[in-house]
């Protein structure tokens, strides 16, 4: 119905694809879908129409900021992870 994402949903998953490929551990989906879950659930909602349209619109500082932001959420996210994992839960 209408083409609009949450913008800290492609910071989040830049991020932890970025992670995956610089692991030295397998991170199987089940992991990072729990961490991207926790993460965005951690970050403000900030939809926007268009992901180019919101990044020509702020400035370097203000993108810095939501990269950090992201990255100290995904921080978080994976020590309640690492504390909680998912395959433990299922037992």
């Known amino acids: 119905m209408f083409d ?14 970025q ?3 610089q692991s030295e551990e397998t991170l199987p989906p089940s992991f990072l ?3 991207a879950c ?3 659930n951690s970050l403000p909602n900030c939809y926007v129409r268009n992901l180019v349209d919101k990044g020509a619109g702020m400035t370097e500082k203000e993108h810095q ?5 992201a990255m100290k959420a995904i921080e978080q996210a994976i020590l309640v992870v690492n504390r909680h994992p998912h395959d433990a839960r299922d037992e």
């Open 33 to 35: 879908m729990d961490v």
């Open 65 to 69: 900021d939501m990269r950090d932001a």
């Open 4 to 17: 609009i994402c949450n913008y800290y949903e492609q910071l989040v998953t830049d991020q932890l694809w």
């Open 38 to 40: 926790l993460a965005l």
């Open 19 to 21: 992670l995956k490929e």
